[in-house]
């Protein structure tokens, strides 16, 4: 129960995102950009693999904050202030990004351990006023710090141990992310949650865009580099529609109807784990529509027609399976046009931008096509 002394954090009734989460989420996003760009400037495996670490610490920085704020009331002038300092704290973390397997890690390390520290901060004071609830922070406080403590020792080592460190932390931290969603008393706000993921996929298929968008309009416009334009919006667009058109709802239902425990272990499962590799997917696609664009009438390098390819396989295999986690049906349709896309795209003779974007834009058709006549008589295709 709140004290005079300590107003109440938590808030009952539903809440949607508020600007302030809109505004601590383009930081995030702008991240996201970063760890695109250090993919497109390395696209080894070693490049990719030092890529994924980094975008795994941004993306669990910010699964962290979600977490936190779902029960807070956001229009306090302390939580908006707080929250802008860790705006203030991931913007030092993003642009960093490009350093963070330099001599100058520690900058990258120490501003997401302390964008972290101040999440669970928040949502300790807020579990004060709700006995389950502050079990439930202290354990997965007590959790994370053996991740944190290896994030922030990385960053004083030399890149090449880096590495492994910051691997050893992401495995303490998904360790951290199964035991404590058992414990229950999270006091999830099942729409503010979904919410706060849809909007972060949706503005980062629109930075993607804007990448593309930049690039091209620094080239001479010719009639392969709007082909090309065009078609990527067309990708954009269809990779919004596999996920806004029913996926988002649905899933947000499946959330409400949970309770406990269950519902924590879905959160985690079908959002902050699963939504991981989705996220991934756009940047995946941002790295082949940017060499698109670069070279619109030349065939597409390996590098970046994989990167491209293996998105799309990200990003709607990753909506497949957390729907399935929710406890739908498995969406075989999407199966099948997906390894159809892989293998057009794999066996192109000549993978020249038009092409690629086509196939890919053609199999993306045909599954939303696929749902639509499924669900023509029903709200979503879990009803049918």
């Not at 006091?187 to 930075?207: K, M, P, Q, S, W």
Request: aromatic share 12%.
């Amino acid at each position: 129960m709140a004290t005079a002394a300590f107003p109440s954090f938590t808030i009952d009734e539903d809440q949607g995102a508020t600007f302030v989460e809109l505004f601590f989420d383009l930081v995030f996003v702008f991240a996201i950009t970063q760890v695109t760009a250090l993919i497109h400037h390395d696209l080894t495996m070693e490049g990719i693999g030092k890529a994924v670490l980094v975008f795994w610490m941004i993306w669990w920085g910010w699964t962290q904050f979600t977490w936190a704020l779902n029960p807070i009331n956001t229009d306090l002038s302390s939580v908006r202030l707080w929250t802008l300092v860790a705006t203030g704290v991931a913007f030092i973390m993003a642009v960093s990004v490009g350093h963070a397997f330099s001599d100058s890690g520690l900058l990258f390390a120490g501003s997401y351990v302390a964008c972290r520290l101040i999440g669970l901060g928040l949502y300790y004071v807020a579990s004060r006023e709700h006995k389950e609830m502050a079990k439930a922070v202290r354990h997965f406080t007590l959790l994370s710090l053996g991740g944190l403590s290896l994030a922030l020792i990385g960053g004083f080592l030399a890149p090449e141990i880096r590495v492994w460190v910051w691997l050893g932390a992401l495995l303490l931290d998904m360790g951290a992310a199964m035991l404590a969603a058992r414990t229950g008393g999270w006091e999830l706000n099942a729409g503010h949650f979904a919410e706060r993921h849809g909007l972060f996929v949706i503005i980062a298929l629109g930075e993607s865009l804007v990448a593309a968008g930049v690039a091209a309009s620094g080239q001479v416009m010719t009639t392969s580099l709007m082909l090309v334009a065009l078609g990527s919006v067309t990708v954009a667009c269809l990779l919004w529609w596999s996920y806004f058109g029913w996926l988002k709802d649905d899933l947000e239902e499946a959330l409400h109807a949970r309770e406990g425990a269950a519902q924590s272990v879905l959160a985690r499962d079908a959002y902050s784990l699963l939504h991981f590799p989705l996220i991934g997917g756009v940047i995946g696609v941002a790295v082949g529509i940017e060499a698109m664009v670069a070279h619109p009438g030349d065939p597409l390098d390996i590098g970046p027609l994989v990167a491209f390819t293996v998105g799309l396989l990200l990003f709607v295999g990753s909506g497949t399976a957390s729907w399935r986690v929710a406890g739908g049906q498995i969406l075989w349709w999407r199966i099948a046009f997906l390894a159809g896309t892989i293998g057009a795209l794999l066996l192109l003779p000549t993978p020249k931008p038009i092409y690629v974007l086509g196939i890919a834009s053609a199999a993306l058709l045909g599954v939303l096509l696929r749902e639509f006549a499924r669900c023509s008589h029903h709200k979503h295709p879990v009803a049918a």
